[in-house]
């Protein structure tokens, strides 16, 4: 591996069989199948207190999530950390998540927030609306792109 690849971790959560809210797992998915140097792809249906540990190992950290009222196709910006007062054990915002990683693990991590545009939450099924779909494979191209260049500035 070349020395100037940053370590990324990029994080795809929300729930596939909610429809649309399944873009940031399916994000995940799509950029595993690229199997980019250091790289490494997880999702889940949420966040949770456990993921500081594992966002504590890298440079970079990108949450990717849906969105119903981001900009088309995605939003991408810089995460502040952000402690909260009280944790779930269910569900974790990202700049919480950022915050318990730098907190307990001293993770001077660069972390992002994407939001990919959705459109079609309501319902139950395992399928990404056809504008969904169109939006997360400019998100996969975008996301190749910062990696394979490291600019995350």
């Not at 079609?120 to 260049?149: D, H, M, P």
């Amino acid at each position: 591996m070349a020395e100037d690849v940053k370590q990324v971790l990029l994080f795809g959560y929300g729930n596939p069989g909610r429809l649309d809210d399944g873009l940031g797992p399916a994000l995940a998915e799509e950029v595993e199948k690229l199997s980019l140097p250091g790289v490494k792809v997880d999702s889940d249906y949420q966040l949770t207190v456990e993921d500081a540990a594992e966002v504590a190992k890298y440079e970079i950290v990108i949450f990717a999530d849906a969105s119903v009222n981001c900009a088309e196709p995605f939003e991408f910006k810089p995460l502040e950390s952000k402690a909260e007062l009280s944790f779930s054990s269910h569900s974790v915002e990202p700049g919480a998540v950022m915050a318990l990683a730098e907190e307990l693990f001293g993770c001077l991590a660069k972390c992002f927030i994407l939001g990919i545009r959705g459109y079609e939450f309501n319902e139950f099924g395992e399928r990404l609306s056809e504008k969904a779909r169109a939006n997360l494979l400019a998100t996969v191209g975008f996301i190749e792109n910062k990696i394979r260049t490291g600019n995350f500035d």
